[in-house]
């Protein structure tokens, strides 16, 4: 599965942003997509899952913020985010992880397909 992230880009306080991600490669719908984030100088934690299934889950920081979803027609997993802050700054990465395997979503390292990332810059 090879995954492209797009959708960043430079927005103030309490604005939004929709970070898309698109797959090709093998069947989009055997996956469960993520949505991961690595803030400057520190390590990439969970933010948000979508299973093949369409169950969504999200660390406690985003609750009410930000939605998953996924269009399993284009191939594509979405996170919209609200109401961001300065903190969300960083590199937001999209990965895969095969539901034949594991269910666990939020284990970063569960996740064997990775996106390139992309930039979201918060000012306040």
């Known amino acids: 599965v090879q995954l492209q992230a797009s959708g960043g880009g430079l927005v103030q306080a309490g604005g939004s942003l929709r970070l898309s991600c698109a797959a090709s490669?093998?069947?989009?719908?055997?996956?469960?997509m993520g949505w991961f984030f690595q803030a400057p100088g520190k390590g990439r934690e969970f933010v948000a899952a979508?299973?093949?299934?369409?169950?969504?889950s999200y660390a406690d920081s985003v609750k009410g913020r930000f939605t998953v979803s996924r269009d399993n027609a284009k191939n594509t997993v979405y996170l919209q985010m609200n109401s961001l802050k300065p903190e969300d700054t960083g590199v937001f990465y999209c990965?895969?992880?095969?539901?034949?395997?594991?269910?666990?979503?939020?284990?970063?390292?569960?996740?064997?397909?990775w996106g390139q990332g992309t930039q979201v810059t918060v000012s306040s």
């Open positions: 990965a895969a992880l095969d539901s034949y395997v594991t269910d666990s979503v939020s284990l970063i390292h569960e996740y064997r397909y």
């Open positions: 490669g093998r069947s989009f719908t055997r996956y469960h």
């Open positions: 979508v299973t093949v299934r369409s169950i969504e």
